[in-house]
């Protein structure tokens, strides 16, 4: 049975061969086809809906010239929308800001923060040439700030020491100061995560955001959390100006639909994809590319 997006256009393509024009009926089957490829690869249902209605509205003004037929038209009208709802082009990290600029780290804890704080580091490392500092602000789990440290040698990078008997707002103050007064030029901030959504987790985010002032708000989420990935979108899109998002773990074996929820939720760009667990295991994501991966 055919279950990839492009299994199923291709399909559609061929019983449209003898059609000449793009019709109401010939539109309503290619959506009923992309609706469920969509939620075969895990985008959650509202995002699928509006990604419908907005392909139906762009597909019925299209006429057909050429040798194409109506099928090749829509299928081209959905590479389009896929990739425009994606982000098209891609976005680096924004270090416009009095130096150290400030990247705040947020996200469900195994989201990935800590390694891709990492990551992150090296990237500005290598490809910007930066000097980076990190620090925790996880309080909670001692072992979090100890796995910052180990990765952040990895990294190449300064780690900065902060202890769970501190307040976040003051591990936080105190990391500027000291990155100040060190000529870091980015400053990288990991942050507690919970196992699910709570208000006092947001509080605190928004309360070291607010001391912060980062330039970057970055949204760390797995991309094999598929259709929950939508929840935890909301809630952090609600207690932040998120400015960018990872999406980690894409290495996994999902089809990536979480990017298309993600991005429709927050609005923002998509930054960086999580390839593996390694140090150098992040790519500059590129919506188009990934259009594709999600079209199968
Ligand atoms: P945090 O709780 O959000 O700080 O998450 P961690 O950084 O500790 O990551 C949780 C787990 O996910 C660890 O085992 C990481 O090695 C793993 N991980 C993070 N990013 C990726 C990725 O892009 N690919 C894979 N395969 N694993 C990842």
Redesign the pocket.
């Known amino acids: 049975m055919a279950s990839t997006l492009t299994d199923r256009l291709s399909l559609l393509v061929k019983t449209m061969r003898g059609q000449a024009r793009i019709t109401e009926s010939n539109v309503q089957d290619m959506l009923r086809e992309v609706r469920m490829a969509l939620l075969e690869a895990d985008v959650a249902l509202p995002v699928v809906r509006d990604f419908i209605a907005r392909v139906k509205e762009k597909a019925m003004g299209q006429e057909v010239v050429g040798s194409l037929n109506p099928g090749q038209v829509l299928v081209s009208v959905v590479h389009k929308e896929l990739a425009a709802t994606m982000g098209e082009g891609v976005s680096d990290i924004n270090l416009a800001a009095q130096p150290p600029a400030v990247i705040l780290m947020a996200?469900l804890?195994?989201?990935?923060?800590?390694?891709?704080t990492a990551k992150l580091a090296k990237h500005l490392i290598e490809k910007r040439k930066k000097k980076v500092l990190t620090v925790s602000a996880d309080v909670y789990r001692p072992a979090?700030i100890e796995?910052l440290k180990t990765v952040t040698a990895q990294a190449g990078a300064e780690w900065f020491p902060s202890a769970p008997d501190q307040k976040p707002h003051d591990i936080a103050l105190a990391a500027i100061d000291y990155a100040k007064r060190h000529y870091f030029d980015v400053l990288l901030v990991d942050t507690a995560?919970r196992l699910a959504i709570d208000e006092a987790l947001m509080a605190e985010i928004r309360d070291l955001h607010a001391t912060l002032k980062p330039v970057e708000t970055l949204f760390?989420v797995d991309a094999m959390q598929g259709q929950d990935a939508i929840n935890t979108a909301k809630a952090f899109k609600e207690a932040l100006p998120l400015t960018g998002i990872v999406l980690?773990?894409?290495?996994?074996d999902s089809r990536g639909g979480a990017a298309l929820s993600v991005r429709s939720i927050t609005g923002a760009p998509i930054k960086f994809a999580?390839?593996?667990?390694k140090i150098d295991?992040l790519e500059v994501f590129d919506g188009e590319r990934h259009a594709g991966r999600v079209l199968g």
């Open positions: 996200g804890q195994g989201a990935g923060k800590t390694t891709t979090a796995q995560g760390v980690t773990k894409l290495d996994g999580g390839v593996s667990e295991g």
